[in-house]
């Protein structure tokens, strides 16, 4: 069945880069998609890539994806207290997307 | 562009109650999907909507029922209300033409069931 993966917890001193990691099973997925959420708040887009590509940057946020081995991760750069929040991958399911469980970023001095 | 905008923001109901959650999606979006998230489960996909038909289902019982309407705006709809329906409930909005185009969320409904 489908299955998204992402490690719980993550924790980052500001300035340094952080990097969130993420497993997914269907390999049909066209598009993968990373969101971010505040506390009390929906779901923020961050960014997303086609699936016949290998990396996407898009200013501090950059996208890893490897197909084969079905591993897709975000690099923030110049980690601020402010990305403090919770990061979702998503896969593409044809019209659903399937979710990962989210990892907790916390940013600290 | 407005974004996507769901009423109400807030909602307390009692075990055996209905509820109705509303949401608005981008001008020009014709797809409005609903999620369910709670911190047992995360987020699982409920239903999409596209010109006024149900184009997909997850795994929700039969009290969990929407609609949309010609303008495209939706509705969520859950009867008999149980505890375990306490929860963030999303909805997202996209063109809909294709099966994999960006879904926008708006800021959500959270649902307490007491």
């Known amino acids: 069945g489908e299955d998204v993966e992402q490690s719980l917890f993550l924790s980052v001193r500001e300035g340094d880069s952080s990097v969130i990691n993420c497993t997914y099973t269907d390999s049909s997925s066209t598009y993968l998609y990373w969101y971010k959420q505040e506390p009390g708040a929906g779901l923020q887009l961050l960014t997303y890539i086609f699936s016949n590509m290998d990396m996407k940057q898009d200013q501090r946020l950059t996208v890893l994806l490897n197909k084969k081995d079905k591993h897709l991760s975000l690099r923030i750069a110049d980690t601020q207290t402010g990305d403090s929040a919770i990061y979702f991958c998503?896969?593409?399911?044809?019209?659903?997307?399937?979710f990962g469980t989210g990892t907790r970023l916390q940013v600290f001095p | 562009k407005a974004g996507v905008t769901q009423t109400p923001r807030y909602l307390i109901k009692t075990r055996g109650q209905q509820v109705t959650l509303s949401c608005s999606p981008i001008?020009?979006?014709?797809?409005v999907s609903w999620y369910q998230q709670t911190p047992g489960q995360g987020l699982q996909f409920l239903f999409e909507?596209?010109?006024?038909?149900?184009?997909n289902k997850g795994n929700f019982p039969g009290r969990f029922s929407g609609r949309q309407f010609s303008n495209s705006r939706s509705e969520m709809n859950v009867s008999t209300l149980e505890l375990g329906d306490s929860a963030l409930y999303l909805c997202a909005s996209s063109g809909g033409l294709a099966g994999y185009e960006t879904q926008y969320f708006g800021p959500g409904t959270r649902l307490l069931v007491l």
């Open positions: 001008s020009g979006h014709r797809s």
């Open positions: 998503a896969e593409t399911d044809t019209d659903k997307l399937i």
């Open positions: 909507y596209f010109s006024e038909t149900q184009r």
